[in-house]
């Protein structure tokens, strides 16, 4: 079926993540999703993610509560692979691309979810060349105003989505202010699903 990729630290999965799965199933054949947590990020070289096992149970939680939240949207199916975390060394998108498309059968090309803030640097990724003749480009709005890209031979769909915020840096920063068994504020746990914010409790992480 056609296929696209979620690949992001994922630290912790929110709720603006679903919905950005859900603009692209509403606007494009798109109907599975595998999501990628990221061993580290390379646009964030100074971030210390939770635990690796961690953040693939919570985007397990966070997929299976989707149907949940968006009951009208057609039947799609969730896959949280962690190649990237068991991969010695740089871990390349061109290199994760690859390895997806010999696990799994892939309609057409394989859609990457990319931010509008990455296009800039996106000739530096690794393989680049290589890389556009696997893959079409699902531009995620972050910066607020559509930034175009140069490369006409790249296959690129810009995505009309609401502009995505900085959820999980909100949700880590709000609980490493909390003292021991303080609670979260609600307003912080409604960024997640019910699943995930039970799991960041009972697993308590992210507190100083």
């Known amino acids: 079926m056609e296929t696209a990729m979620v690949g992001g630290s994922f630290d912790p999965i929110h709720l603006g993540h679903l919905h950005l799965i859900h603009t692209v199933a509403s606007r494009s054949p798109y109907r599975r ?17 939770a635990p690796g096992s961690d ?29 990237e975390l068991h991969r010695e060394g740089p871990s390349y998108t061109y290199d994760t691309v690859r390895e997806l498309y010999l696990k799994y059968p892939v309609k057409g ?34 910066e607020g105003a559509t930034v175009e890209f140069d490369d006409i031979a790249a296959d690129l769909f810009y995505l009309d989505n609401p502009t995505v915020d900085e959820s999980s840096t909100i949700i880590r920063t709000a609980l490493k202010r909390l003292n021991a068994d303080e609670p979260l504020d609600p307003a912080v746990e409604r960024l997640m699903t019910a699943n995930v914010a039970s799991y960041v409790r009972t697993h308590r992480l992210y507190r100083a």
């Open 109 to 142: 090309r394989l859609g990457l979810l990319l931010g509008d803030d990455l296009l800039a640097q996106l000739k530096k990724w690794h393989r680049y060349k290589e890389l556009k003749e696997l893959v079409r480009f699902i531009v995620i709005r972050r």
């Open 33 to 49: 999703f595998i999501l990628v947590p990221v061993s580290q990020n390379h646009f964030k070289p100074d971030a210390d993610p």
């Open 55 to 83: 953040r693939v149970a919570m985007a397990n939680l966070a997929v299976e509560a989707y149907p949940e939240i968006y009951p009208d949207d057609p039947k799609l199916e969730f896959v949280v692979d962690d190649c």
